[in-house]
């Protein structure tokens, strides 16, 4: 199939990041970091794919520096917003990562115009075979990509269910962008794929923002408050670890 789809795609997550940049430098709203690291999310996915199936190093490392950074700030981000929707949120700990946020956003804005010249020279490298692999390869890729994520899952360990959640994001990413009629023939249930995404999402928020938490010092005493966060984590996790044990994605 003669489509040079893998360019315009990344591409485009490459324009909607430099848009992201720009708009964030602007107003610094959390869902333009949050767009731009799904973008950089899904450049890392088909560079994984091109990598495999067309049997050339394919690296997309040069953004690493930029999705680490937004991500720091994200984390934060997401932690509040978690505590403020928890009955009786604590007010000190909020403002104090709100402080944390303000350092981080000021050190990031700085780093636009390093942030957009790593851009610019990731463009001018972008390049991919015309063609897209054969329909046998790219499902081949995608089931294999099950198969380890399901690997992840025979340890039941906190990390193991995140790089699952990882894995299967991927399949995701990657089936999302191919032709709606090879998607058809692929046969990969997207849906029931997306409402796991959306538990294991709360899940690791919810997560996420207890191992943040954690690091602050000044939670000592607070660490009844945490102590309940970390009971409904539990529970959460118990909980997914179940339901995927009873019901494996096909």
Same mark, same amino acid.
């Given at each position: 199939?003669?489509?040079?789809?893998?360019?315009?795609?990344?591409?485009?997550?490459?324009?909607?990041?430099?848009?992201?940049?720009?708009?964030?430098?602007? %107003?610094?709203?959390?869902?333009?970091?949050?767009?731009?690291?799904?973008?950089? +999310?899904?450049?890392?996915? /088909?560079?994984?794919?091109?990598?495999?199936?067309?049997?050339?190093?394919? *690296?997309?490392? *040069? =953004?690493?520096?930029?999705?680490?950074?937004?991500?720091?700030?994200?984390?934060?981000?997401?932690?509040?917003? =978690?505590?403020?929707?928890?009955?009786?949120?604590?007010?000190?700990?909020?403002?104090? =990562?709100?402080?944390?946020?303000? /350092?981080?956003?000021?050190?990031?804005?700085?780093?636009?115009?390093?942030?957009? +010249?790593?851009?610019?020279?990731?463009?001018?490298? /972008?390049?991919?075979?015309?063609?897209?692999?054969?329909? +046998?390869?790219?499902?081949?890729?995608?089931?294999?990509?099950?198969?380890?994520?399901?690997?992840?899952?025979?340890?039941?360990?906190?990390?193991?269910?995140?790089?699952?959640?990882?894995?299967?994001?991927?399949?995701?990413?990657?089936?999302?962008?191919?032709?709606?009629?090879?998607?058809?023939?692929?046969?990969?249930?997207?849906?029931?794929?997306?409402?796991?995404?959306?538990?294991?999402?709360?899940?690791?928020?919810?997560?996420?923002?207890? %191992?943040?938490?954690?690091? %602050?010092?000044?939670?000592?005493?607070?660490?009844?408050?945490? *102590?309940?966060?970390?009971? %409904?984590?539990?529970?959460?996790?118990?909980?997914?670890?179940?339901?995927?044990?009873?019901?494996?994605?096909?």
């Amino acid at each position: 199939m003669k489509n040079p789809i893998l360019k315009s795609y990344i591409l485009k997550r490459l324009d909607a990041i430099d848009q992201g940049l720009s708009d964030f430098a602007n %107003e610094n709203k959390p869902e333009f970091l949050h767009r731009l690291r799904v973008d950089i +999310k899904k450049i890392k996915a /088909v560079y994984s794919f091109a990598d495999k199936v067309y049997k050339e190093k394919y *690296n997309a490392s *040069n =953004l690493k520096t930029l999705f680490h950074d937004a991500g720091e700030i994200r984390q934060i981000q997401v932690s509040i917003e =978690l505590l403020r929707t928890k009955s009786t949120p604590p007010k000190g700990l909020i403002f104090k =990562l709100k402080k944390n946020e303000q /350092v981080l956003i000021h050190q990031f804005i700085k780093k636009y115009p390093r942030y957009i +010249k790593t851009l610019k020279k990731f463009r001018t490298n /972008v390049h991919f075979p015309e063609r897209l692999p054969d329909k +046998k390869d790219i499902r081949k890729f995608l089931l294999n990509e099950r198969a380890k994520a399901n690997q992840e899952i025979k340890i039941m360990s906190r990390t193991r269910l995140h790089r699952y959640r990882i894995r299967m994001k991927k399949i995701m990413y990657l089936f999302n962008l191919l032709p709606e009629r090879m998607q058809r023939s692929l046969d990969i249930d997207h849906l029931s794929i997306d409402r796991l995404q959306a538990k294991m999402g709360k899940w690791h928020d919810l997560h996420s923002a207890i %191992e943040l938490i954690a690091q %602050e010092q000044a939670l000592k005493v607070n660490q009844p408050y945490l *102590n309940k966060l970390k009971q %409904e984590e539990l529970k959460q996790f118990n909980a997914m670890f179940k339901f995927l044990s009873r019901k494996r994605i096909e």
